[in-house]
């Protein structure tokens, strides 16, 4: 299920290479934009924030913001720009580099931060969950001198010792660090919500990354406007989830001047995740991660079996509205991940008692059977109608079909033990 990061920069040595996630093919400093170097000024960011549209951003604004809710960003640090002005709290830099974890050093998590909690203020991007808050935990993305493993495992404990409800990482790589195992485990048994990008080298080489791939870390894909999965996206059984994540703007680099047209990548996509996990907690404060994760998967937008995930789109598309506005989806038991179907460590019940009309089906989604067959891409589609089945949303898959690939014999077993680890 889940992988990693937006991008396709990938530094030297197996052991040492990440992908960072955003996706400029010209240097760390630019690596939004996925295969194209950061030209296009974008004039008016909001206005091509499509999925706020899409998912019904205002509706659900009237409903829940996120207020109460702490995002860990995970990432290259986070700069207090107008938009995130009074949104963005200090976490920990484990970095070593100069400045803090209030100090971007290439305005990746700049831009991940405004995806979740910007208010649009001078301009900015608007986050899905403006109310929430942002506690920033600065890493190095650019782990070619040695220090990747240590680097990130600190930080995600930092960010597990926190009282940030949700990690979001928009980073990855493709080699399994014991140390980063063992933080995303403790962070579990810390009762947090884990998203990861899955990576944008689909087109070059489709492997299995983390922190997305480790057990209870949600994988999320990139998907467009239309519902279908982004060419670059990585896939497998390793992705859980698909979110925004085409033709978004950024920033473009760390001096914060101005935007950059044609970014976004599975790096956005993680974001948006959990902006949108921000959301239903927010709503529901009593629940737990697991219960949060559940939801979201029992509302996500498919057209297949939600027992047999997609490949590309996971358990299908993002959408806090169903939840929101319709109080659909059910919670299920406190304890139990719906992603591996096993008790979480040091996750207790929750003070609110999970709704009686669990069943097996809505509240533990089933382990993908293996993938013996080649497939295409899905070719997932809008349905712009609002009827009762698509829960008044309009970002809704109406007409794909779960796929299934052949990825390698290592990467497949490696990846049906992430699912039933």
């Known amino acids: 299920m889940g992988r990693h990061g937006g991008g396709t920069e990938l530094f030297a040595g197996r052991a040492r290479r990440w992908i960072v996630s955003t996706g400029s093919a010209v240097s760390v400093l630019a690596l939004l934009s996925v295969g194209l170097a950061p030209s296009a000024v974008a004039d008016d960011v909001q206005s091509k924030q499509w999925y706020l549209d899409a998912m019904g951003a205002e ?48 305005s990746h998590g700049t831009t991940m931060a405004e995806l979740i909690v910007g208010s649009g203020r001078g301009g900015g991007l608007k986050g899905l969950a403006p109310g929430a808050k942002v506690i920033s935990f600065r890493v190095t993305l650019e782990s070619a001198k040695g220090n990747g493993e240590g680097d990130s495992a600190k930080a995600i404990r930092a960010a597990a010792d926190s009282d940030a409800r ?20 403790y962070a579990a048994s810390k009762g947090k919500l884990m998203f990861a990008s899955v990576g944008n ?23 467009d406007k239309s519902g279908k999965v982004a060419k670059y996206s990585e896939f497998g059984e390793y992705v859980d989830l698909a979110a925004p994540g085409l033709n978004l703007p950024h920033w473009c680099d760390a001096t914060f001047r101005s935007y950059c047209d044609g970014g976004g ?6 974001a948006i995740a959990s902006a949108s996990a921000a959301l239903i907690w927010s709503k ?26 997609s490949d590309y789109l996971g358990y299908g598309l993002v959408r806090p509205a169903p939840n929101l506005l319709k109080n659909r989806g059910n919670p299920g038991p406190p304890d139990i991940d719906p992603l591996t179907n096993e008790k979480t460590p040091g996750v207790g019940a929750s003070p609110s008692a999970p709704s009686k009309e669990s069943s097996a089906e809505s509240s533990a989604p089933s382990p993908k059977p293996p993938n013996d067959a080649a497939a295409s891409q899905p070719t997932a589609s809008v349905s712009s109608s609002k009827s009762d089945d698509d829960n008044g949303q309009l970002w809704i898959v ?21 699912r039933n680890a």
Do not use: C
């Open 398 to 418: 109406a007409g794909a079909v779960a796929v299934a690939v052949v990825i390698g014999g290592g990467a497949v077993a490696a990846a049906r033990k992430r």
């Open 166 to 185: 949700i990690i979001s990482m928009s980073f990855g790589s493709d080699y399994i660090y014991p140390a980063q195992a063992q933080a995303v485990k």
């Open 59 to 106: 509706e659900l604004w009237n409903v829940s913001t996120g207020e109460g809710i702490k995002v860990a960003v995970v990432d290259s640090g986070v700069s207090e720009t107008p938009s995130l002005k009074g949104r963005v709290l200090a976490g920990k830099d484990v970095t070593g580099l100069k400045g803090g974890a209030l100090d971007d050093y290439n």
């Open 201 to 223: 080298n689909a087109k070059k080489k489709n492997f299995i990354g983390y922190p997305a791939a480790h057990p209870n870390v949600t994988g999320i894909s990139a998907a």
């Open 284 to 309: 529901h404060p009593n629940w737990t991660a697991n219960q949060v994760l559940r939801v979201l998967i029992d509302t996500a937008g498919r057209s297949w079996p939600k027992d047999k995930p």
């Open 265 to 270: 990548g599975t790096s956005a996509g993680t």
